[in-house]
Nanobody, 128 residues
């Protein structure tokens, strides 16, 4: 049974950092495309970042988080991370980990419909 379990969310002040973790189980994910999405109250779920395997690992970011967030993985721990620095109130959302067993075209990597597996989410709240 495939499982994605997020952790690491919390309540922080603007400018703080958090590291989200996505623990995977049920199969080997090291050549999957792994991504983070987020959903704020009353808003649609949006792409945050992805790590795509196409012979090598490539990373992608939403413009709103580029330069502040970093996606990475630890194959030995079957875990994907999202390091978030200089957090802003607009980063407040429920953050989801997602996976798909393919390397989608770049035009599709931000499309949530292409992802087969999802976690339950971890809440990030940025407030003073």
């Amino acid at each position: 049974q495939v499982q994605l379990v997020e952790s690491g969310g919390g309540l922080v002040q603007p400018g703080a950092s958090l590291r989200l973790s996505c623990a995977t189980s049920g199969r080997t994910f090291d050549r999957y495309t792994m991504a983070w999405f987020r959903q704020a109250p009353g808003m649609e779920r949006e792409f945050v970042s992805a790590l795509r395997w196409s012979g090598k690992k490539d990373t992608y970011y939403a413009d709103s988080v580029k330069g502040r967030f970093t996606i990475s993985n630890d194959r030995a721990k079957n875990t994907v991370y999202l390091e978030m620095n200089n957090l802003k109130p607009e980063d407040t959302a429920l953050y989801y980990c997602a996976a798909q067993a393919r390397a989608p075209p770049l035009s599709a990597i931000r499309n949530m419909d292409g992802y087969d597996y999802w976690g339950q989410g971890t809440q990030v709240t940025v407030s003073s």
